[in-house]
């Protein structure tokens, strides 16, 4: 890799140990890619932020790391295994809790904002199109490449710190525009209706193409909710960072759309929530927030919940910034006030919850993946209303 002049100097530690170790990373992986150099970016979005994840070790190496590491562009934390401010309804111990809150102190010490959210384009990290960036969390990867534009691979969390700690990131992948275009035209005759049928749809895409990215035809409206929930369903079950949708995603006019034709029918999205929902009728939780909610989720929640009471546990994960605005609107007094919970700071996905539930309703197919695989639920996937429906009446009826 070409290493600029300034970049030989901060190998060689005359910026330091915090800088000079963060450089070799970013060379390792450059190394592995075959970048042929770094190049500066605009934010980072950091993930592995977990202790449920990092443990004592993760904990340590960032204690040791923070000591002269500071970031020097925009950065931005994904979110962590306990709301501090609930743990204790959460399930979760003091020890634990404390913990997390270290981790969340280390990197706050490093100057990273302590956004703690799976979607840092609703709390002011938002890239242009064009801007090269380095963010981890899976489903934010996949929305800042298509629906913003931006440009970025999938970090992992030591790699996006890296990258925050030097400002660059090796060039490949995502940040070359030759390896973002379409290869197969994916034709929808089918409707979607609803974000839920937005993350079968990423489902739906991994059987019929695997890893080739996608040009979907048949979207002509797609908000943030729908669009939050198709980035997260093709990150997780193709593990692609990119999509397009003509007239929706920032690119689509960049590229020749496929000449390779796919479709996909009622039949393909009936098949897609059989596979998304397994048989069971007591309902532990019902979880909305995968990925964060937005205002406007807030908003229809509250609208199904005024004036009635749950009879299960109903969790809405989002960021404490989305809280904020909720509440001066009075979503969360109403919602509340039926007996939900609005958790901020985390997610059912990272949190410490394996054994403390067995069934799981949620309107998000990649939280129907983690909280499988990860928590060992059992889980159906359904609409919102269907999922407040099921809090309501506390089980699950067809």
């Known amino acids: 890799m070409y290493l600029s002049k300034e970049e030989e100097r901060i190998l060689n530690g005359e910026f330091g140990e915090g800088k000079r170790k ?3 990373i970013l060379l390792a992986i450059g190394k592995i890619y075959d970048a042929d150099r770094l190049m500066p970016i605009k934010s980072a979005h950091i993930s592995g932020v977990s202790y449920n994840n990092i443990g004592d070790a ?12 500071k970031v020097s562009v925009k950065a931005t934390l994904n979110p962590g295994g306990v709301d501090p401010s609930r743990w204790q309804e959460m399930g979760i111990d003091e020890d634990f809790t404390r913990k997390q809150m270290e ?22 990290n938002t890239p242009s199109k064009g801007d090269h960036i380095a963010w981890g969390e899976s ?28 400002g660059k990131t090796p060039r490949y992948g995502m940040h070359v525009k030759e390896e973002r275009v379409p290869k197969v035209r994916v034709k929808l005759k089918v409707k ?7 993350g079968a749809l990423g489902y739906i895409i991994s059987k019929k193409i695997g890893g080739e990215v996608p040009w979907i035809e048949g979207i002509k409206n797609a908000g943030i909710e729908e669009l939050k929930m198709l980035s ?3 990150a997780t079950y193709t593990g692609l960072p990119i999509f397009h949708i003509p007239g929706i995603t920032a690119e689509w006019r960049d590229f020749d759309v496929p ?3 796919v479709e996909i029918d009622d039949i393909d999205m009936k098949d897609a929530y059989e596979y998304l929902s397994e048989s069971f009728d007591g309902i532990d939780l019902v979880w909305i927030g995968c990925p964060h909610t937005t205002v406007e989720e807030l908003r229809k929640i509250a609208r199904l919940l005024e004036g009635k009471s749950v009879k299960t546990e109903l969790w809405i994960t989002t960021s404490r910034r989305v809280r904020q605005e909720a509440e001066k609107l009075g979503y969360i007094r109403i919602i509340g006030g039926a007996g939900a919970k609005v958790i901020c700071d985390t997610c059912v996905v990272v949190a410490p919850l394996k054994g403390k539930f067995k069934t799981l309703v949620t309107n998000s197919a990649k939280a129907c993946y983690y909280c499988r695989g990860v928590n060992n639920f059992m889980v159906k996937v359904a609409n919102l209303e269907k999922c407040i429906e099921a809090a309501l009446k506390g089980i699950w009826i067809e």
């Open 22 to 24: 963060a450089l070799e």
């Open 58 to 69: 993760g904990l340590d190496f960032l204690r040791e790391f923070s000591v002269e590491a």
């Open 103 to 124: 981790v969340v102190n280390v990197f706050r010490r490093m100057g990273v904002e302590t956004t703690l959210t799976c979607t840092p384009y609703l709390v002011g």
């Open 139 to 166: 489903s934010a990867v996949a929305y800042a490449n298509s629906v913003l534009g931006a440009m970025t691979n999938r970090e992992s969390g030591i790699s996006a710190l890296a990258a925050a700690i030097i």
């Open 192 to 198: 979607l209706r609803e974000p839920s049928d937005f």
């Open 232 to 234: 997260a369903s093709i």
């Open 259 to 261: 000449r390779e034709v």
